[in-house]
């Protein structure tokens, strides 16, 4: 049977690196150049900020523009969606004794917490595996997290910059200068618009790449500096919606099992969650691994499904959908690290490289916690008035990260995600066993596959999608239209997939992409990339998503 | 109350949807006058009797010549201060807004627009306006008089009472500033049939329609009806139709008084395009295409069929 | 040459009306009315490179409609002139149209310029209200705009076409947004942006009194919100050879025809 990996995107990672060209005199230079304003890219922006002020030597030697954050989104948060429920442990510790735990913009403290394991009539309530215990964390939603870290950040001196996509990353002799932007007004067929402006090169003395999951330049600098993990990277889709509910819910849900299939052979690792966002409002998401091998597998709909459940469609009952977004979560966890962190001039931080803990379900505060452990290392570099450029003077960096809890939490769960791609019942008895020992029994390293290169099969699962009713279940477009998303029609196409693929692949696609951007067609695959939310989910699948024009996409607010 | 009714005219005729406005009116308390502000209008006068006025002041005079706005405020502003008018009314058009706009700066006076009714309510006058893409209706209302409204364009249809109204002409004094504007080249009607955003009647195409060629189809019923076509996106991605045309999200909002969709599925992305249409019908062979969700008539059925047959039946109906 | 820009600053998206206050909310992220976004472009052509003229933002909003305002600023305008204070609030377009009067009248512009409509209360007033008060030519709608020797010539347009219309400097033009496409700003121009002078007056600055000002200087109100009214049952029918003739019928039913 077809692989995705059989159609591999037309894209090479020459086209996301060059050497800057813009003439001496129109060059931008900023001090540190932080690409992405999420969590990782936010805290690493704060951090900076905190260590200039009380070094205005150093931060003279950085220019007019100290630090600048490059974002991709209408504004920061624009791109943002998570769960989410986070630890607080890396927000107290950069914000320790500047801000109180109050002062930030969480829905309050996770008091009670239920796993479920769901058959389609049944819910049987499971205990809590140790990995999932939230006690002390705090529900969020990182689109607000992002707008309010973004404020401090403008607060602590970092120019934000949004609406720019950051499209190559800047390599001259072996080191990293910067970033260069892309293009504004771009016609469908890459013509020049009357109102048409061209990027430019920002130069840099240190380049942080804290883009996220899928990270555009990250995916390029791991491969031209030769840093690649010992396992490849691997991902998970997750969908969610926001919803405006006539009772409050009081507690925190995971759910595992149905709809998801239990059978090794579908590699369908995921589940979903239910949070509650204070009194009015609920979040809920289904995340499935992008390993999964049936075409008819569609997150968004299993999403659907899942809701008219008897659990859950209790809980909605009454309310209003409000929000609905969907992005990829890096799931390969330790062992899919990549092997160093850094290179001349570049340092990596958060979801890009890949800091998630899989079996917790948390990766925010590693962004946090790598992106100001990121500040850290690029003020000890610059501060000691050496050349950044030059190798290993970013290695304090890696250093930082090896002796964090980041490191630590992800060690122990090292193996966990892999064990599930033996399915529910061998996994989870492998997953316990891992739990008890802390890591340390199975001995070892599991092996991973890339996810395009899982061999597709087909099923009937698509007849028990529910059909789109308008109140409880929705369809993708309106959901689409939901996000906020109003990319104009006449932009570029960003998604590098071959179009003359067979029926099952350009079937997989357009069942697994949550905004419809895919139609199987006559000899084979028809993109309408405008719907595209830039999830990510097509480059785990055999494509390749590059950025938009900058301001596109969705504009979250809540998720 | 002492209503006065700016009646707009063209070509030697006076607009339909002033005459409605006359007509609401003079379904309220009290009297109405007209206002006709040109230059050689006085045979214009006697319409407007018909139509519900009892008294038509005609500002005749050759700087009223041209349709520009700033003198035509001039001539109001004097009326309504001669005659204390408290309610002063327009049937929005491009020349009315400014018109309407500029009076309420000259009398300080509150102006409303978009209306789509007008009713007294103890004793007060309640305009009714949608906003946010019709999404919502507002109850407004004026502190103090005299209260000026601009009426949505199409809202009130003539009613012909056949009566005579006493005329009486006006002197002319205008602003230096108001003559400062000059008509060097004044517009006549388009051969080609209104754009989409001024159009009456509308027909658009989407994806049903199977081919670029079939938008013929589409032309044809436009063209009998007197319409515009627009175009979804999808067509307009796929290059059947120039992005002009296409209604939605990212294209243009419209809100005509017919909209037929041919071939349309509905998304949300080109509801919110014209769901303010007045009137919505809908012809596609999916029973589950979400435009039936919203459409005032939804004919399941082939459009090939249908389309055709109806562009038939509208045109023995205008010629009769 | 001196051009002032009118614009507006108004709420990004989700727009819905507070049910407490009866006006727009307001709240959340605050962009420039894209439509004024044109008036700003056509400013800056006309600039062009000519070192002599200047681009100004005038608006009314509260403080933090600065952040906003910067895009035309990184688009190229030179400075800012942003009216706030409190007792503004709940202006109606009488009362707004004295206030931008006043600043423009500081401002002395050889040309003020306003984009197409208001995206949040979707009027196109603002103009016509502020011409007369400035007792300024207007030329409105317009599709084209050149300007030589003093003289403005405009291209509007109509239900009936194009008119072309002269009028004399100094003068105030309408603009739709047929009449260009907005630049994006440069990179430079973003990062520039935050340096150029941008400076908030309050109403007692430019002398307008308290009676001018807010809701006691408005004249309109709003007394309630509701829905629209139904757009009823949607008539279905399947087409078995008389569905273009049920088609018509109902046409004329809903007098549509």
Known sequence: MTKPSDFPPPFSVSEAIAPPTDPEDERIEVGVAIVGAGPAGLACAIRLGQLLED???????????????????????????????????????????????DEMPFYGPVDQESVYFLTSNRAVRIPTPPTMKNH???????AELGRWLAEQADEAGAMILPETAATKLLVDHGRVRGIRTGDKGRGRDNE???????????????????????????????????????????????????????????????????????????????????????????TLGMVVGLDYRDVEVSVH?????????????????????????????????????PKRLHAPGLLLAGDGPGFVNVPALKGIHYAIETGALAAEAAFAALQRGEAVGRRGALACYDEAVRQSFVWRDL??????????????????????????????????????????EQELLRTDRARSYPAADGKLTFD???????????????????????????????????????????????????????????????????GRLTPPEGGSGPEYTVT | MSTLVFLEHHEGELQKDSLGVLGKAAQLDGDVSALIAGSRVEGLAAQAGKYGATKVYVADDPALEAPLPQPRVDVAADLVRRHGFDTVLFGATVLTADVAAGLAARLDAGLNWDLVDLAEHNGKLVGKRPALDDTVYVDVGWKNEPRLALIRTGTFEPVESGGEAEVEQVAV?????????????????????????????????????????NFALVEELAKALGGAVAATRAVVDAGWYPYSTQVGQTGKTVAPRLYIAVGISGAVQHKVGMQGSNVIVAINKDPNAPIFEYADLGVVGDLHEIVPKLTELVRQRKAA | MKIAVCAKVVPEQARRIDPQTKRLDRSGEQALNPFDANAVEEALRLKGDGADAEVVLVSLGPERSLDALRKALAMGADRVVLVSDEAAEGSDLVASSYALARALEREQADLVLFGQ??????????????????????????????????????????????????????????????????????????????????ETVSLGDLGVEADHAGEAGSRTEVYAIGDPPPRGETQRIDDNGSGAEKIVEFMLQRKAL
């Not at chain 1, 899942?306 to 959908?321: N, P």
């Not at chain 1, 122990?412 to 995600?417: A, F, I, L, S, T």
């Not at chain 3, 509007?156 to 496409?181: C, H, K, M, W």
């Open chain 1, 301 to 337: 709909d299993l999403l659907q499904e899942l809701k008219t459940h008897r659990l859950v469609r209790r809980l909605l009952e009454g309310g209003e959908r409000i929000a609905w977004g969907a992005k990829t979560i890096p799931e390969g966890g330790f062992l899919s690290l």
């Open chain 1, 411 to 452: 060690q122990e769960v090292r193996n966990m995600r892999q064990a599930f791609g033996r399915g529910f019942w061998l996994g989870g008895a492998l997953a316990g066993a891992m739990t008890a020992s802390r890591g340390k029994f199975p001995p070892g390293d599991a092996g991973t596959e890339p996810d395009a």
């Open chain 1, 136 to 142: 002390g964390n705090r529900v969020a939603s990182l």
């Open chain 1, 55 to 101: 070094a205005p030597a150093v931060a003279e030697r950085l220019g007019e523009v100290p630090v600048a954050v490059i974002e991709k989104g209408k504004q920061p948060g624009s791109h943002l969606l998570s769960g989410a429920v986070v630890n607080p442990r890396a927000l107290q510790r950069l914000f320790a004794g500047r801000k109180r735990l």
């Open chain 3, 117 to 198: 409509q208001a995206n949040d209360s979707d009027g196109a007033v603002m103009w016509a209200a502020v011409a007369d008060r400035l007792r300024r030519p207007l030329i409105s709608q317009v599709a084209e705009l050149t300007v030589s020797d003093g003289t403005l010539r405009g291209k509007r347009q109509t239900e009936f076409g194009y008119d072309v219309i002269e009028a004399p400097l100094p003068a105030v033009v309408a603009v739709s947004d047929a009449i260009n496409e907005p630049r994006y700003p440069s990179l430079k121009g973003i990062m520039g942006a935050k340096k150029k002078p941008q």
């Open chain 1, 476 to 542: 993708k477009l309106s959901s689409v239209f939901l996000s906020g998303n109003k990319t104009r029609d006449d932009a570029p196409n960003h998604i590098r997939v071959q179009t003359e693929v067979p029926p099952e692949l350009a079937e997989l696609w357009a069942r697994m992409c949550p905004a419809q951007v895919y139609e199987p067609k006559e000899g084979g695959v028809e993109v309408t990339a405008s719907n595209c939310v830039q999830c990510g989910a097509i480059t785990a699948k055999g």
């Open chain 1, 192 to 282: 020049e618009l009357p109102n048409f402006e061209p990027g430019s090169d920002v130069g840099a003395r240190i380049t942080v790449l804290a883009e996220g999951t899928q990270g555009h330049l990250t995916g390029a600098a791991i491969e031209r500096f030769g840093l690649e993990g010992e396992n490849p990277q691997v991902w998970a889709l997750g969908v969610k919606e926001v919803w405006r509910v006539a009772r409050p819910l009081r507690r925190v849900i995971h759910t595992l099992g149905w709809p998801l299939r239990a059978g090794a052979k579908y590699r369908e690792f995921g589940g979903s969650f239910i949070y509650p966002m204070g009194d009015d409002l609920v």
């Open chain 2, 173 to 213: 004094e205008l602003e230096d500033f108001s003559t400062q504007a000059k008509m060097i080249e004044q517009a006549h009607e388009e051969s080609e049939g209104p754009s989409i955003e001024d159009a009456d009647v509308i027909v658009a195409g989407g994806r049903g329609l199977g081919g670029p060629e």
